[in-house]
Protein backbone atom coordinates (compact mmCIF):
# COMPACT_ATOMS: atom_id res chain seq x y z
CA UNK A 1 0.00 0.00 0.00
CA UNK A 2 2.68 2.16 0.87
CA UNK A 3 4.68 1.17 -1.91
CA UNK A 4 1.90 2.41 -4.58
CA UNK A 5 1.06 5.47 -2.90
CA UNK A 6 4.60 6.18 -3.32
CA UNK A 7 4.27 5.40 -7.14
CA UNK A 8 1.16 8.00 -7.11
CA UNK A 9 2.94 10.62 -6.11
CA UNK A 10 6.00 10.05 -8.22
CA UNK A 11 3.39 9.53 -11.28
CA UNK A 12 2.22 13.20 -9.65
CA UNK A 13 5.13 15.17 -9.24
CA UNK A 14 6.26 13.79 -12.50
CA UNK A 15 2.60 14.93 -14.15
CA UNK A 16 3.18 18.03 -12.28
CA UNK A 17 6.93 19.02 -13.68
CA UNK A 18 5.13 18.53 -17.14
CA UNK A 19 2.63 20.53 -16.53
CA UNK A 20 4.50 23.47 -15.52
CA UNK A 21 6.48 23.19 -17.66
CA UNK A 22 3.65 23.15 -20.21
CA UNK A 23 2.72 26.19 -18.55
CA UNK A 24 5.71 27.71 -18.95
CA UNK A 25 5.98 27.82 -22.43
CA UNK A 26 2.72 29.35 -22.39
CA UNK A 27 3.33 31.96 -20.35
CA UNK A 28 6.09 32.29 -21.99
CA UNK A 29 4.46 33.45 -25.61
CA UNK A 30 1.59 35.55 -23.70
CA UNK A 31 4.10 37.47 -22.27
CA UNK A 32 5.60 38.08 -25.37
CA UNK A 33 2.37 39.15 -27.29
CA UNK A 34 1.52 40.98 -24.03
CA UNK A 35 5.04 42.66 -24.18
CA UNK A 36 4.08 43.79 -27.60
CA UNK A 37 0.59 45.10 -27.25
CA UNK A 38 2.55 47.64 -24.52
CA UNK A 39 5.09 48.81 -26.56
CA UNK A 40 4.62 52.47 -27.84
CA UNK A 41 4.92 52.59 -31.43
CA UNK A 42 3.97 54.94 -34.52
CA UNK A 43 4.17 58.14 -35.04
CA UNK A 44 4.99 61.27 -31.90
CA UNK A 45 2.17 63.58 -31.77
CA UNK A 46 1.85 65.61 -34.99
CA UNK A 47 5.41 63.89 -36.11
CA UNK A 48 4.59 64.34 -39.56
CA UNK A 49 3.75 68.48 -39.31
CA UNK A 50 0.75 67.58 -40.96
CA UNK A 51 -1.95 69.18 -38.03
CA UNK A 52 -3.63 73.09 -38.82
CA UNK A 53 -1.90 75.65 -36.66
CA UNK A 54 -4.32 77.46 -34.64
CA UNK A 55 -3.59 80.46 -36.98
CA UNK A 56 -3.20 78.42 -39.92
CA UNK A 57 -0.40 77.45 -42.25
CA UNK A 58 2.23 80.23 -42.83
CA UNK A 59 0.62 81.06 -46.80
CA UNK A 60 -2.71 81.02 -45.38
CA UNK A 61 -1.81 82.42 -42.15
CA UNK A 62 -4.38 84.84 -40.90
CA UNK A 63 -2.50 86.03 -37.89
CA UNK A 64 0.49 87.70 -38.25
CA UNK A 65 3.27 85.77 -36.71
CA UNK A 66 5.20 82.57 -36.66
CA UNK A 67 2.87 79.55 -36.50
CA UNK A 68 2.55 77.76 -33.65
CA UNK A 69 3.39 74.17 -34.42
CA UNK A 70 0.62 71.68 -32.65
CA UNK A 71 2.28 69.22 -29.74
CA UNK A 72 5.68 70.97 -30.61
CA UNK A 73 7.76 73.56 -28.82
CA UNK A 74 10.49 75.56 -31.11
CA UNK A 75 13.00 77.74 -30.70
CA UNK A 76 15.05 79.40 -32.74
CA UNK A 77 14.13 80.10 -36.71
CA UNK A 78 11.78 77.14 -36.87
CA UNK A 79 9.49 77.09 -40.34
CA UNK A 80 7.12 75.03 -41.21
CA UNK A 81 7.20 74.09 -45.16
CA UNK A 82 4.58 73.20 -47.87
CA UNK A 83 5.74 71.53 -51.10
CA UNK A 84 5.70 72.87 -53.75
CA UNK A 85 7.30 75.79 -51.77
CA UNK A 86 10.25 77.30 -53.69
CA UNK A 87 13.93 78.62 -51.84
CA UNK A 88 16.33 80.56 -53.89
CA UNK A 89 14.93 78.96 -57.38
CA UNK A 90 14.59 74.75 -55.66
CA UNK A 91 11.40 73.43 -54.85
CA UNK A 92 12.14 72.60 -51.19
CA UNK A 93 11.89 68.22 -50.93
CA UNK A 94 8.75 67.75 -48.42
CA UNK A 95 9.43 63.59 -47.36
CA UNK A 96 5.91 62.87 -46.78
CA UNK A 97 2.88 64.47 -46.99
CA UNK A 98 2.02 68.06 -47.82
CA UNK A 99 4.08 69.45 -44.37
CA UNK A 100 7.58 69.44 -42.60
CA UNK A 101 9.55 71.50 -40.85
CA UNK A 102 12.97 73.47 -41.34
CA UNK A 103 15.05 74.05 -38.95
CA UNK A 104 17.75 77.28 -39.73
CA UNK A 105 20.60 77.83 -37.69
CA UNK A 106 20.72 76.81 -34.12
CA UNK A 107 16.62 76.12 -34.28
CA UNK A 108 15.40 73.50 -32.46
CA UNK A 109 12.00 71.74 -31.76
CA UNK A 110 11.10 69.52 -28.82
CA UNK A 111 8.51 67.26 -27.40
CA UNK A 112 7.94 65.50 -24.70
CA UNK A 113 6.56 61.68 -25.35
CA UNK A 114 5.70 59.16 -22.83
CA UNK A 115 7.98 56.49 -22.44
CA UNK A 116 8.35 53.16 -20.43
CA UNK A 117 11.21 53.76 -17.71
CA UNK A 118 13.99 51.17 -18.56
CA UNK A 119 13.22 50.26 -22.02
CA UNK A 120 15.50 51.19 -25.49
CA UNK A 121 13.55 53.36 -27.87
CA UNK A 122 14.29 53.69 -31.38
CA UNK A 123 13.04 57.05 -33.06
CA UNK A 124 12.73 56.98 -37.07
CA UNK A 125 12.42 60.64 -39.22
CA UNK A 126 12.57 61.54 -42.50
CA UNK A 127 15.01 64.14 -42.99
CA UNK A 128 16.87 66.05 -46.12
CA UNK A 129 19.30 68.86 -46.27
CA UNK A 130 17.79 72.01 -48.62
CA UNK A 131 21.23 73.72 -49.39
CA UNK A 132 24.27 73.64 -47.20
CA UNK A 133 26.63 70.90 -47.92
CA UNK A 134 27.18 70.16 -44.13
CA UNK A 135 24.49 70.11 -42.86
CA UNK A 136 23.54 67.64 -40.34
CA UNK A 137 20.79 67.19 -37.60
CA UNK A 138 21.36 66.39 -33.89
CA UNK A 139 18.44 64.61 -32.03
CA UNK A 140 18.56 64.11 -28.21
CA UNK A 141 17.28 62.89 -25.27
CA UNK A 142 19.38 64.32 -22.47
CA UNK A 143 21.84 63.42 -21.90
CA UNK A 144 22.39 61.64 -24.69
CA UNK A 145 22.67 63.04 -28.31
CA UNK A 146 23.37 61.56 -31.29
CA UNK A 147 24.49 63.82 -34.69
CA UNK A 148 23.32 62.44 -38.16
CA UNK A 149 25.39 63.67 -41.33
CA UNK A 150 22.95 64.46 -44.20
CA UNK A 151 25.61 64.97 -46.07
CA UNK A 152 25.81 61.89 -47.99
CA UNK A 153 23.28 61.65 -50.61
CA UNK A 154 21.61 58.27 -49.86
CA UNK A 155 18.97 58.20 -52.61
CA UNK A 156 18.10 60.47 -55.65
CA UNK A 157 14.91 61.35 -54.14
CA UNK A 158 16.68 63.96 -51.81
CA UNK A 159 15.04 62.53 -48.28
CA UNK A 160 16.01 59.23 -46.14
CA UNK A 161 14.58 58.10 -43.25
CA UNK A 162 17.26 57.19 -40.75
CA UNK A 163 16.92 55.82 -37.22
CA UNK A 164 19.08 56.88 -33.85
CA UNK A 165 17.51 55.03 -30.42
CA UNK A 166 17.98 56.44 -27.07
CA UNK A 167 17.56 54.39 -23.13
CA UNK A 168 14.73 55.41 -21.43
CA UNK A 169 16.06 56.82 -17.91
CA UNK A 170 12.50 58.48 -17.37
CA UNK A 171 9.23 58.01 -17.85
CA UNK A 172 9.19 60.76 -20.45
CA UNK A 173 11.41 61.38 -23.43
CA UNK A 174 12.06 64.93 -23.66
CA UNK A 175 13.08 64.32 -27.83
CA UNK A 176 14.91 67.32 -29.55
CA UNK A 177 15.74 67.67 -32.75
CA UNK A 178 18.20 70.61 -32.72
CA UNK A 179 20.00 72.12 -36.24
CA UNK A 180 23.87 72.47 -34.91
CA UNK A 181 24.49 74.11 -38.43
CA UNK A 182 25.98 77.81 -38.36
CA UNK A 183 25.60 78.88 -42.30
CA UNK A 184 25.74 82.09 -43.97
CA UNK A 185 22.85 81.51 -45.30
CA UNK A 186 20.26 81.53 -42.24
CA UNK A 187 17.66 80.00 -44.69
CA UNK A 188 19.45 76.64 -45.25
CA UNK A 189 19.12 73.81 -42.93
CA UNK A 190 17.56 70.57 -43.20
CA UNK A 191 14.02 69.43 -43.62
CA UNK A 192 12.81 67.04 -41.08
CA UNK A 193 8.85 65.05 -41.27
CA UNK A 194 7.01 61.66 -40.31
CA UNK A 195 9.03 61.36 -36.33
CA UNK A 196 8.30 57.89 -34.94
CA UNK A 197 9.00 55.68 -31.93
CA UNK A 198 9.28 52.26 -31.38
CA UNK A 199 10.47 50.14 -28.16
CA UNK A 200 12.95 47.55 -28.91
CA UNK A 201 13.20 44.67 -27.30
CA UNK A 202 16.59 42.13 -27.36
CA UNK A 203 15.61 38.77 -28.87
CA UNK A 204 16.76 36.19 -26.32
CA UNK A 205 19.98 34.18 -27.93
CA UNK A 206 18.47 31.02 -29.84
CA UNK A 207 19.62 27.88 -28.54
CA UNK A 208 21.73 26.74 -31.91
CA UNK A 209 23.15 30.30 -32.98
CA UNK A 210 25.65 32.70 -31.01
CA UNK A 211 24.11 35.44 -32.86
CA UNK A 212 21.23 37.85 -31.30
CA UNK A 213 18.99 39.42 -33.51
CA UNK A 214 20.72 37.53 -36.78
CA UNK A 215 17.30 37.27 -38.38
CA UNK A 216 17.56 41.17 -38.15
CA UNK A 217 13.66 41.34 -37.46
CA UNK A 218 13.91 43.16 -34.25
CA UNK A 219 14.36 46.90 -35.53
CA UNK A 220 13.48 50.46 -36.08
CA UNK A 221 9.69 51.76 -36.78
CA UNK A 222 9.02 51.52 -40.58
CA UNK A 223 6.99 53.71 -42.52
CA UNK A 224 4.79 50.99 -44.53
CA UNK A 225 4.33 53.83 -47.64
CA UNK A 226 8.32 54.17 -47.32
CA UNK A 227 10.18 52.83 -50.06
CA UNK A 228 13.64 53.56 -48.87
CA UNK A 229 14.29 51.73 -45.91
CA UNK A 230 15.34 52.97 -43.09
CA UNK A 231 19.07 54.22 -42.65
CA UNK A 232 20.87 53.56 -39.71
CA UNK A 233 23.78 55.46 -39.23
CA UNK A 234 26.99 54.95 -37.54
CA UNK A 235 26.49 53.73 -33.43
CA UNK A 236 28.71 52.19 -31.50
CA UNK A 237 27.11 51.69 -28.19
CA UNK A 238 25.56 47.96 -28.66
CA UNK A 239 23.72 48.50 -25.52
CA UNK A 240 21.47 51.44 -27.59
CA UNK A 241 21.23 50.13 -30.61
CA UNK A 242 18.16 50.38 -33.57
CA UNK A 243 19.09 47.11 -34.44
CA UNK A 244 19.16 45.30 -30.84
CA UNK A 245 22.82 42.95 -31.03
CA UNK A 246 24.51 44.77 -33.46
CA UNK A 247 26.33 47.92 -34.02
CA UNK A 248 27.70 50.08 -37.31
CA UNK A 249 30.49 50.90 -37.11
CA UNK A 250 31.99 52.39 -39.67
CA UNK A 251 31.11 56.67 -40.34
CA UNK A 252 28.58 55.42 -42.97
CA UNK A 253 25.20 53.98 -42.69
CA UNK A 254 23.71 50.61 -43.42
CA UNK A 255 19.83 50.59 -45.04
CA UNK A 256 17.39 48.47 -42.70
CA UNK A 257 14.91 46.89 -45.32
CA UNK A 258 11.27 44.90 -45.39
CA UNK A 259 10.04 42.82 -47.32
CA UNK A 260 7.35 44.74 -48.22
CA UNK A 261 9.84 47.15 -51.00
CA UNK A 262 12.40 44.76 -51.40
CA UNK A 263 13.73 40.89 -51.82
CA UNK A 264 14.64 39.95 -48.54
CA UNK A 265 15.78 36.34 -47.95
CA UNK A 266 13.82 35.41 -44.66
CA UNK A 267 11.06 36.88 -42.74
CA UNK A 268 10.07 40.64 -43.07
CA UNK A 269 13.47 41.94 -42.31
CA UNK A 270 16.75 42.27 -43.72
CA UNK A 271 20.03 44.48 -43.91
CA UNK A 272 21.51 46.14 -46.93
CA UNK A 273 25.32 47.43 -46.95
CA UNK A 274 26.16 50.68 -48.88
CA UNK A 275 29.37 52.60 -49.65
CA UNK A 276 31.25 49.67 -49.74
CA UNK A 277 34.01 49.49 -46.99
CA UNK A 278 32.24 52.65 -45.25
CA UNK A 279 29.43 50.57 -44.03
CA UNK A 280 30.30 47.79 -41.50
CA UNK A 281 28.07 45.89 -39.13
CA UNK A 282 29.69 43.87 -36.41
CA UNK A 283 28.47 41.92 -33.33
CA UNK A 284 30.55 40.68 -30.62
CA UNK A 285 28.86 36.73 -30.48
CA UNK A 286 30.18 34.39 -27.68
CA UNK A 287 32.13 31.65 -28.09
CA UNK A 288 34.60 29.26 -26.51
CA UNK A 289 38.04 29.46 -27.14
CA UNK A 290 39.49 26.40 -29.40
CA UNK A 291 36.43 25.43 -30.60
CA UNK A 292 35.34 25.10 -34.36
CA UNK A 293 32.77 27.23 -35.34
CA UNK A 294 30.71 28.22 -38.84
CA UNK A 295 29.21 31.17 -39.67
CA UNK A 296 26.51 31.26 -41.88
CA UNK A 297 24.37 33.68 -43.75
CA UNK A 298 22.37 34.26 -46.59
CA UNK A 299 23.75 37.25 -49.33
CA UNK A 300 21.28 38.41 -51.86
CA UNK A 301 20.10 40.87 -54.09
CA UNK A 302 17.88 43.28 -52.74
CA UNK A 303 15.91 43.56 -56.33
CA UNK A 304 16.18 47.41 -56.15
CA UNK A 305 17.93 47.73 -59.54
CA UNK A 306 21.00 47.71 -57.87
CA UNK A 307 23.94 47.36 -60.06
CA UNK A 308 25.54 44.49 -59.85
CA UNK A 309 28.48 42.73 -58.95
CA UNK A 310 27.52 42.47 -55.50
CA UNK A 311 29.57 40.92 -52.78
CA UNK A 312 30.61 40.80 -49.12
CA UNK A 313 33.10 40.64 -47.06
CA UNK A 314 32.88 38.62 -43.93
CA UNK A 315 34.62 38.64 -40.59
CA UNK A 316 34.52 35.85 -38.19
CA UNK A 317 37.62 35.67 -35.34
CA UNK A 318 40.65 36.23 -37.24
CA UNK A 319 39.50 34.94 -40.61
CA UNK A 320 38.01 36.82 -43.26
CA UNK A 321 36.49 35.86 -47.04
CA UNK A 322 34.70 37.62 -49.82
CA UNK A 323 31.12 35.92 -51.45
CA UNK A 324 30.16 37.20 -54.44
CA UNK A 325 26.12 37.06 -55.14
CA UNK A 326 25.71 34.37 -58.10
CA UNK A 327 22.65 35.72 -59.89
CA UNK A 328 20.10 32.76 -60.23
CA UNK A 329 16.77 33.07 -61.70
CA UNK A 330 15.61 30.62 -59.26
CA UNK A 331 15.91 32.88 -55.83
CA UNK A 332 17.38 36.45 -54.85
CA UNK A 333 19.74 34.82 -52.56
CA UNK A 334 22.09 32.30 -51.86
CA UNK A 335 23.69 30.82 -48.73
CA UNK A 336 27.48 31.47 -47.84
CA UNK A 337 29.46 30.38 -44.84
CA UNK A 338 32.72 30.46 -43.31
CA UNK A 339 34.51 28.49 -40.97
CA UNK A 340 37.01 29.06 -38.13
CA UNK A 341 38.35 28.24 -34.98
CA UNK A 342 37.56 30.61 -31.60
CA UNK A 343 40.03 31.79 -29.93
CA UNK A 344 38.51 34.11 -26.93
CA UNK A 345 35.00 33.52 -25.20
CA UNK A 346 33.78 36.45 -27.28
CA UNK A 347 34.25 36.89 -31.31
CA UNK A 348 33.85 39.67 -33.72
CA UNK A 349 31.75 38.96 -36.94
CA UNK A 350 31.15 41.74 -39.47
CA UNK A 351 30.30 42.48 -42.91
CA UNK A 352 30.55 45.09 -45.45
CA UNK A 353 30.09 45.73 -49.40
CA UNK A 354 32.81 44.92 -51.56
CA UNK A 355 31.72 47.01 -54.11
CA UNK A 356 30.27 50.82 -54.21
CA UNK A 357 27.12 49.97 -55.73
CA UNK A 358 24.31 52.21 -57.27
CA UNK A 359 21.03 51.73 -58.99
CA UNK A 360 21.51 50.82 -62.63
CA UNK A 361 18.55 52.70 -62.85
CA UNK A 362 19.68 56.31 -61.76
CA UNK A 363 23.35 56.19 -61.74
CA UNK A 364 23.47 57.57 -58.23
CA UNK A 365 21.08 56.25 -55.36
CA UNK A 366 23.61 53.68 -53.48
CA UNK A 367 22.53 50.11 -52.71
CA UNK A 368 24.32 46.63 -51.93
CA UNK A 369 24.23 43.26 -50.99
CA UNK A 370 21.68 42.24 -48.82
CA UNK A 371 22.84 40.32 -45.57
CA UNK A 372 19.83 37.76 -43.93
CA UNK A 373 19.97 35.13 -41.31
CA UNK A 374 22.89 35.05 -39.81
CA UNK A 375 24.07 32.22 -37.71
CA UNK A 376 27.06 31.31 -35.95
CA UNK A 377 27.21 27.39 -34.25
CA UNK A 378 29.58 24.47 -33.83
CA UNK A 379 30.70 23.40 -37.24
CA UNK A 380 29.65 20.28 -36.22
CA UNK A 381 25.81 21.21 -34.81
CA UNK A 382 24.17 18.54 -37.30
CA UNK A 383 25.30 15.46 -35.71
CA UNK A 384 24.39 16.56 -31.91
CA UNK A 385 20.51 17.67 -33.24
CA UNK A 386 18.42 16.03 -30.78
CA UNK A 387 20.98 16.42 -27.61
CA UNK A 388 18.43 19.08 -26.52
CA UNK A 389 16.08 16.59 -25.48
CA UNK A 390 17.80 14.61 -24.03
CA UNK A 391 19.49 16.75 -21.40
CA UNK A 392 15.73 18.14 -20.69
CA UNK A 393 15.13 14.66 -20.02
CA UNK A 394 17.74 13.91 -17.99
CA UNK A 395 17.42 17.86 -15.84
CA UNK A 396 13.55 16.44 -15.10
CA UNK A 397 14.75 12.82 -13.98
CA UNK A 398 17.73 14.96 -11.72
CA UNK A 399 14.71 17.56 -10.58
CA UNK A 400 12.51 13.99 -9.43
CA UNK A 401 15.59 12.73 -8.14
CA UNK A 402 15.93 16.05 -5.69
CA UNK A 403 12.72 16.42 -4.75
CA UNK A 404 12.32 12.70 -3.10
C1 LIG B 1 16.74 78.72 -27.23
O1 LIG B 1 18.02 78.52 -27.85
C2 LIG B 1 19.03 79.37 -27.35
C3 LIG B 1 20.27 79.17 -28.20
O2 LIG B 1 20.55 77.81 -28.43
C4 LIG B 1 19.27 79.04 -25.88
O3 LIG B 1 20.25 79.89 -25.33
C5 LIG B 1 17.94 79.22 -25.11
O4 LIG B 1 18.11 78.82 -23.76
C6 LIG B 1 16.83 78.43 -25.75
N1 LIG B 1 15.57 78.73 -25.13
C7 LIG B 1 14.76 77.81 -24.64
C8 LIG B 1 13.48 78.31 -24.07
O5 LIG B 1 15.03 76.60 -24.68
C1 LIG C 1 23.66 67.77 -29.49
O1 LIG C 1 22.72 68.29 -28.59
C2 LIG C 1 22.98 67.97 -27.23
C3 LIG C 1 21.84 68.48 -26.41
O2 LIG C 1 21.48 69.77 -26.76
C4 LIG C 1 24.33 68.54 -26.81
O3 LIG C 1 24.61 68.19 -25.49
C5 LIG C 1 25.40 68.00 -27.74
O4 LIG C 1 26.64 68.60 -27.44
C6 LIG C 1 25.05 68.27 -29.18
N1 LIG C 1 26.04 67.64 -30.03
C7 LIG C 1 26.60 68.24 -31.06
C8 LIG C 1 27.60 67.44 -31.82
O5 LIG C 1 26.30 69.36 -31.38
C1 LIG D 1 0.43 56.30 -46.50
O1 LIG D 1 -0.48 56.31 -47.58
C2 LIG D 1 -1.79 56.67 -47.18
C3 LIG D 1 -2.70 56.50 -48.40
O2 LIG D 1 -2.02 56.69 -49.58
C4 LIG D 1 -1.79 58.11 -46.68
O3 LIG D 1 -3.09 58.47 -46.26
C5 LIG D 1 -0.84 58.19 -45.49
O4 LIG D 1 -0.72 59.52 -45.05
C6 LIG D 1 0.53 57.68 -45.88
N1 LIG D 1 1.37 57.63 -44.72
C7 LIG D 1 2.65 57.92 -44.74
C8 LIG D 1 3.38 57.78 -43.46
O5 LIG D 1 3.23 58.26 -45.76
C1 LIG E 1 15.99 26.67 -61.50
O1 LIG E 1 15.05 25.66 -61.18
C2 LIG E 1 14.85 24.71 -62.21
C3 LIG E 1 13.75 23.77 -61.79
O2 LIG E 1 13.83 23.46 -60.43
C4 LIG E 1 16.17 23.97 -62.47
O3 LIG E 1 16.01 23.02 -63.52
C5 LIG E 1 17.25 24.97 -62.86
O4 LIG E 1 18.49 24.34 -62.99
C6 LIG E 1 17.36 26.06 -61.81
N1 LIG E 1 18.26 27.11 -62.28
C7 LIG E 1 19.32 27.49 -61.60
C8 LIG E 1 20.15 28.55 -62.23
O5 LIG E 1 19.62 27.00 -60.50
C1 LIG F 1 33.02 24.45 -43.47
O1 LIG F 1 32.94 23.16 -42.92
C2 LIG F 1 31.88 22.37 -43.44
C3 LIG F 1 31.90 21.02 -42.75
O2 LIG F 1 32.24 21.12 -41.43
C4 LIG F 1 32.04 22.20 -44.94
O3 LIG F 1 30.91 21.49 -45.45
C5 LIG F 1 32.11 23.55 -45.59
O4 LIG F 1 32.37 23.41 -46.98
C6 LIG F 1 33.20 24.39 -44.97
N1 LIG F 1 33.15 25.71 -45.55
C7 LIG F 1 34.18 26.31 -46.10
C8 LIG F 1 33.92 27.67 -46.69
O5 LIG F 1 35.29 25.83 -46.14
Not at 236 to 241: F, I, Q, V
Not at 254 to 270: E, F, L
Request: a negative charge; charged letters at 20%; glycine letters at 8%.
Amino acid sequence: MARSSTGMKWVSVFTLLILSLLALTAFAEDGSIDDDMKRITGLVGNGDFEATPSNGFPNEAIVEGPSEIPNWKSNGSVELVESGQKQGGMILIIPQGRHAVKLGNDAEISQEVPVEKGSIYSVTFCAARTCAQLESINVSVAPASQTVDLQTIYSIQGWNPYAVSFNADQDTFSLVFKNPGMEDDPACGPIIDNIAIKKLFTPDKPKDNAVINGDFEEGPWMFRNTSLGVLLPTNLDEETSSLPGWIVESNRAVRYIDSDHYSVPQGRRAIELLSGKEGIISQMVETKPDKLYSLTFSLGHADDKCKEPLAVMAFAGDQAQNVHYTPNSNSTFQTANLNFTAKAERTRIAFYSIYYNTRSDDMSSLCGPVVDDVRVWFSTSNRLRGLGLVRLGLGILGLVWLLM
